[in-house]
């Protein structure tokens, strides 16, 4: 029996690899710009932060608590799971997601304390604010 030799070779060139970076980032700055002007236009939203994190305080905790967990996460995710999936196989990312499980749950439970416990404030100076003084959270309800 003759020993196996699996070498790796690249299977795309630098090339082909940065026109295809290039044209992914074309492409979502375009997808971008299109829901900008949606908002703009469309449905006359105001660009301020207070609207494009929980739309103006209209939405109910566990949304804003969702939709900060994907926010804060969503680009150290899908370079992890890039990178396993290239080291393992198939099957990395599946495991990695089950292991980013616990990453979820706790910004979860991490964003909906701060929501009820500094409920108008929209950074972090301002929940440290509402820790040191009651009175300053008055106004940001």
């Given amino acids: 029996l003759s020993p196996v030799c699996l070498a790796s070779h690249d299977s795309v060139g630098l090339g082909a690899a940065l026109l295809i970076f290039l044209g992914v980032g074309i ?3 375009g997808i971008a710009q299109a829901f ?3 908002r703009k236009y469309g449905y006359h939203d105001a660009d301020n932060l ?3 994190f929980d739309a103006g ?3 109910s905790i566990g949304l804003t ?3 900060i967990v994907s926010q ?3 680009s150290a995710t899908l370079l992890q799971s890039s990178t396993v999936a290239s080291k393992y ?3 990395g990312p599946y495991w990695y997601a089950g292991g980013a499980t616990i990453q ?3 910004f979860s439970i991490l964003s909906i304390m701060l929501k009820t416990r500094a409920p108008g404030a929209k950074t972090f100076l301002q929940v440290r604010l509402c820790q040191l003084c009651t009175r300053v959270c008055l106004p940001l309800n």
């Fill in 27 to 29: 492409f979502a700055v």
């Fill in 36 to 38: 900008q002007m949606v």
């Fill in 50 to 52: 207070d609207t494009a």
């Fill in 57 to 59: 305080g209209k939405v």
């Fill in 65 to 67: 608590a969702t939709t």
């Fill in 72 to 74: 804060w996460t969503w």
């Fill in 89 to 91: 196989g198939i099957s």
């Fill in 104 to 106: 979820i749950i706790i």
